[in-house]
């Protein structure tokens, strides 16, 4: 187990010593700017493409490609969106952000989206755009609402219950992983 803050560059010194373990995999939990660095040393200090690296949602955004290039591939990451998804309300989110953007979006963007349309939906149930008791318990009565992540659901507990993915880089592009 190594440790890093945010805002770190230089990961040779944590690298060297997990590449020393010769390990199987890395996991690594860290936001995207963290995580191209990592990425990165890690395939130039010499950890091979046969040692995957597994990231978390920190992970899920076109920068990864675009900051490591080609150290990112076959990296693994876990997410709640996939950008390339043929669900219709993804490829017009992903189309109208591109266009106002001038960039695609990454997995928060879809995220926050997401969570404003489903705000809406619960104050519109609710009858009120102010009384946030209404509110949250409106939220529990969204069932198989459709949005850019997929069928997105929440339990008695309000936890969102919606599909998850797993993604690996390939061709410099997110894939839903199969193996």
């Known amino acids: 187990e190594q440790t890093f803050a945010k805002g770190d560059r230089d990961f040779s010194p944590q690298l060297t010593q997990i590449k020393a373990q010769n390990p199987d995999a890395i996991i690594c939990s860290a936001l995207v700017e963290e995580a191209s660095g990592i990425v990165n040393q890690a395939r130039q200090l010499g950890i091979p493409k046969t040692v995957p690296i597994i990231g978390g949602n920190g992970f899920n955004s076109p920068a990864l490609m675009k900051n490591a290039g080609e150290a990112a591939e076959g990296v693994v990451v876990g997410a709640a969106w996939n950008m390339s998804s043929a669900n219709p309300l993804n490829l017009k989110f992903v189309d109208d952000y591109t266009k ?30 102010d009384n946030r008791k ?13 949005t850019v992540l997929g069928r997105l659901s929440f339990t008695e507990g309000r936890d969102a219950d919606h599909p998850p993915v797993v993604q690996e880089v390939k061709g410099g592009k997110f894939i839903v992983f199969a193996r």
């Not at 960039?103 to 009858?127: E, N, S, W």
């Open 100 to 129: 106002k953007f001038n960039r695609p979006p990454d997995q928060f963007a879809a995220q926050a989206f997401v969570g404003m349309h489903i705000v809406y939906q619960a104050a519109k149930a609710a009858g009120t755009a």
């Open 134 to 146: 209404a509110i949250r318990d409106a939220l529990v009565k969204i069932k198989d609402m459709d």
